[in-house]
């Protein structure tokens, strides 16, 4: 145990659970802005130190060996509690405090940014740091107190909290639909113009409903993009059918300067996850602003919303 003691480093360990966090040495390396020569050097150190292989490496993945995991959540547990030591003395476990979030541009948009100053008015205390960005980052790293991503499966091992499900919906403005006609089955909404979200370098793929089995189908995108309120503000302006959670057009659905298209036809709702930098170790003001979220994305959603207590099935690692 000496001797692994002194081979070993908070920063060996760091390297060890961003990898298996991102499953990939070069994404590791990038959040934790190293290069991947050297994270792999912490690696290799751990495994000689340890006697044990931690992962295994091909040339197109990684996989973590029984040994890892073991290692791992050991690993988490050991940085975590260095954590709170450091926040227990730069008193980090007051009410009040500073708080460092990030959310996608549509929920900080439409959900976050019409809220936040009634969190602001409850702490009076508190400031904010609102960073837009549909990526998960290192929160340890980036000393990221609480991270929104809304998607099928969380691509991190981080702690987590699901906080409700977000139904998608097409839509399109009344002008697009008396110029071009409303598609009234799957295979009308094939020759529409389409304003998609940007998946890689291709239209991400939309799930719809067709009875009781879903359908795939890759739109017929005239417009990509990364920011859905850019996809959004194209919409209204009549440029082509849109997926958007419904949460980011409730107001122009309400307000018919949106239509829904084909709601015979819903599409899969994906999940909104809050994403914690730790499992255990949660300030006050972190879980009430987990709890003010949940009030906002049900209040987004109304009756849609199906909270964390309703879901079933699904392995989660949530923070307690």
Known sequence: MPDFLNQASVLSLRCFVAVVNANSFSTAARQLRMA????????????RATGAALVHRTTR???????????YARCVDILEQLEGAVAGIAGEQAAGGHLRVTAPPSF???????GLPRFLEQHPGATVDLVVSSDVPDLVRERVDLAIFIGDELPTKQAQVVLAEGP???????????????????????QHRCLCPRFSEVAETWHLRSGKEWKSMRPNAVLLSDNGDALRSACIAGAGIGNFYRFHVAEGLAKRMLVEVLPQHPLRAKTIYAVLPHRHMIRPLVRGFTAFLREEVEGALGATAKLTSQRSGRKARTAS
């Open 36 to 47: 991947p020569s050297s994270v792999t050097k912490h690696l290799q150190l751990l495994e």
């Open 61 to 71: 993945r990684i996989s973590v060996t029984d040994a890892g995991e073991a290692f």
């Open 108 to 114: 900080a948009s439409a959900v976050l940014a019409p």
């Open 168 to 190: 998608q919906v097409l839509c399109a403005s009344p002008a697009y639909l008396k110029a071009n006609g409303t598609p009234l089955s799957l295979a009308d909404l094939e």
